[in-house]
């Protein structure tokens, strides 16, 4: 045929995450969230068919035989292999079809169900995908993994198990793809993997330190197929560090779907769980009215709702940790960046107060077997004046100091975050540069002359249309827009106008003095000066990068924008940082490529069935990468190297696996015996070292000896 019509054909896999059907994952012996295949929704397309094999009786307990095949149940005996279609026609995504011009088959087999065939192991999870990564957590559990697991314990720990190795093998690869945990879209679906393996980590009762060891050991299995994993450990090592996953709130407990794993299980050892999965159910349904009085100190509430340390409903208390429901309550509720009051009841310390699913005022408290607290008791409430104080004059300033810094600064900063207590004011917010003494001072300054001129605060309730017409700053737009009815608005003269729920002084001079102690830059700075060194690594190495360099561009134009743009600043960072360490893999694989053909050129073309070189100082994966493309270009010939390097001898024997005229490992053997070396393999690829380098004479002649030209 004339090459310009050759049809031509394309072999294409990719990796794919999916998650709707996480909740069988573990539950059965095949269904996992990461696999490669090829999701069509039009294209091409054709008649199908599908291969199944049979794994025989043993997996077939209760003798159902091809029923089992035929009512499509559940089973370990007849597995679906291979899936082939036909590829025919062309769909354009509305069911019309038109005859393709290339027909080709379209070949989709499971990597892990071949593996669990071929292996002859009970499920894919003891294939050796996963199989020593669950040792490992054994290793640092005090339970051990069942492939036949019988009682309901034993069920449980095995899903465990499987979830773990699963989802850590797909949060891997969604990490070093650029996903990070987020509360949307792909973010989410690696913060609901990750999640669960913590779950998990948790009912195994795990050791703290079995998570970067079983990353690794992931990462190791996987560096055949996919060698660029190594490049994201420690990024990958961060992602999943500890301190940060379990950040659980007592005031919003946890996601449904996280409640709905652990629904109805029997989960003996994890009681924390139980106990968040209790308070949230607790606070969820609670429908009661509670007041929060913003300008009492002190009240005679009446108690609405007693909860035992378990969010379980009491009429009454004993000795130990409670949770009170108050008709009313003086104590503010840690919200808003504010901190909790503190203060007593009925001469009791409390220890937190935190707002309840539907906005009631929950307060922690510990009671002595002295102390008891009944439903609809009427209980005395007292604030700490000096702390609520402190803390006000705080929240106040913090206003004062957003207004300050778009008057003295850049009229575009705006407020990333804050934490007001009685010790201290935190305001955190983004800016390009790092702010001058003198700004600092200009910015005291003023804020000492509005505190200074005792200008008068008032509250105002109206809509969110009202509040951003008379110019309120609203930081979190779209939670107001949900909450129905007048919003709160907190005025300080013509000075800040705010939408908050915090507390605040009635005249600025309350405040009395304001200081700025600490200035810390975090975020972009860091990641300036980290984008800089990427430039210079570049450099030194002599890299180009289009895309890095248009990366940078979309940064810039960040910057400049002087909108608030951490958010937006911190995405385009980890995007860039992704393409330069991309720039850097490719590079040093490019690198290879070359160093591999330089290697391959040594040899002498004309020499018939044996080829032997002796090379210097090598790496060890550019001599591997060379000889795997010489014996797949050269079917009939074997290839050996010496590798001398300052400490050592190493030497490779290798040929094609379909040829049997050179016996690599009996070679290897003899140069072992000849320079007192290590080493071994197989028939047809081996190899050995020794750190006798007065040996090399020795080694040649050996070679030479068994020369088959």
Avoid at 235 to 262: A, S
Avoid at 646 to 672: E, G, H, M, R, W
Avoid at 682 to 696: E, I, M, P, R, Y
């Amino acid at each position: 045929k004339d090459s310009t019509a050759a049809e031509i054909r394309i072999t294409n896999s990719q990796k794919c995450l999916r998650t709707t059907d996480i909740a069988n994952v573990g539950v059965t012996s095949r269904h996992h969230t990461l696999f490669e295949m090829l999701d069509l929704g039009s294209g091409p397309c054709g008649p199908c068919t599908e291969i199944y094999y049979d794994r025989g009786e043993e997996y077939d307990p209760e003798k159902i035989g091809f029923e089992l095949f035929k009512k499509d149940i559940e089973n370990n005996r007849f597995i679906e292999v291979w899936n082939i279609v036909f590829s025919e026609y062309n769909n354009d995504g509305s069911n019309n079809y038109s005859k393709l011009a290339r027909k080709n088959i379209d070949t989709g087999a499971g990597l892990e169900r071949l593996a669990c065939i071929s292996q002859n192991v009970p499920t894919n999870f003891e294939t050796d995908l996963f199989i020593e990564t669950i040792k490992i957590i054994e290793s640092k559990s005090k339970y051990k993994y069942s492939s036949f697991p019988k009682s309901r314990q034993e069920i449980l720990r095995t899903q465990a198990f499987r979830i773990i190795v699963d989802h850590l093998r797909a949060a891997i690869f969604a990490i070093a793809d650029g996903v990070n945990p987020s509360g949307k879209d792909r973010g989410y679906i690696l913060k609901k993997l990750i999640r669960r393996i913590f779950t998990s980590f948790a009912f195994l009762e795990t050791q703290e330190n079995v998570l970067d060891e079983i990353i690794k050991s992931q990462i190791k299995v996987l560096k055949s197929g996919y060698s660029y994993l190594y490049s994201f450990q420690n990024k990958i090592l961060k992602t999943f560090d500890t301190k940060e996953l379990f950040n659980l709130v007592e005031t919003y407990g946890l996601p449904k779907e996280f409640i709905d794993d652990f629904r109805n299980s029997d989960f003996d050892k994890f009681q924390f769980l139980a106990k968040l999965t209790q308070q949230n159910d607790a606070l969820l349904n609670l429908k009661l009215n509670s007041v929060f009085l913003y300008d009492q100190s002190s009240t005679l509430s009446k108690v609405i709702r007693i909860f035992d340390e378990n969010f379980q409903d009491v009429s009454k208390t004993s000795k130990g940790f409670y949770f009170l429901v108050l008709d009313k309550t003086p104590f503010y509720a840690t919200s808003g960046g504010q901190i909790h009051d503190s203060g007593k009841i009925n001469g009791q310390k409390i220890l937190d107060v935190f707002k309840a699913s539907n906005g009631q005022h929950v307060h922690k408290i510990e009671l002595d077997d002295k102390i008891e607290i009944k439903i609809e008791q009427l209980v005395d409430c007292q604030i700490d004046v000096k702390s609520r104080y402190k803390v006000t004059a705080a929240h106040s300033a913090e206003h004062l100091l957003h207004e300050a810094l778009k008057s003295v600064v850049d009229k575009n900063i705006k407020q990333e975050g804050a934490f007001k207590s009685s010790e201290k004011l935190t305001f955190d917010f983004y800016h390009y540069e790092k702010l001058t003494s003198e700004q600092i001072f200009n910015l005291e300054s003023h804020i000492t002359n509005v505190i200074n001129s005792k200008i008068d605060s008032e509250v105002l309730f109206v809509t969110l249309e009202e509040a951003i017409e008379m110019g309120a700053i609203a930081l979190f737009e779209e939670k107001y827009k949900k909450i129905e009815g007048n919003l709160r608005v907190v005025k300080i003269g013509g000075v800040s106008t705010e939408l908050c729920g915090g507390t605040h002084v009635k005249n600025t001079q309350e405040i009395e003095k304001f200081m700025i102690v600490k200035l810390e830059s975090k975020g972009s700075e860091t990641g300036t000066n980290k984008i800089q060194e990427c430039v210079a690594n570049l450099k030194i190495k002599e890299i180009r990068s289009q895309k890095f360099q248009d990366q940078l561009l979309v940064i810039s134009n960040i910057l400049k924008s002087g909108q608030n743009v951490l958010r937006e600043f911190e995405a385009a960072l980890k995007v860039a940082f992704d393409i330069y360490q991309r720039a850097i893999i490719e590079n040093e694989n490019s690198k290879i490529l070359v160093e591999v053909e330089k290697l391959k050129n040594l040899f002498n073309k004309d020499q018939q069935y044996q080829e032997f070189i002796i090379t210097n100082n090598l790496d060890t994966k550019i001599i591997h990468k060379a000889l795997g493309e010489l014996v797949n270009e050269n079917e009939l010939k074997a290839f050996i190297i010496i590798n001398i390097g300052v400490n050592d001898i190493k030497y490779f024997a290798v040929q094609n696996q379909n040829t049997k005229t050179f016996d690599c490992q009996s070679l290897i053997k003899a140069l072992n015996e000849a320079s007192n070396g290590k080493g071994g393999g197989k028939f047809n690829f081996a190899q050995g070292g020794t750190s006798n380098l007065d040996s090399v004479e020795k080694l040649v002649t050996i070679i030479n000896e068994r020369n088959l030209n």
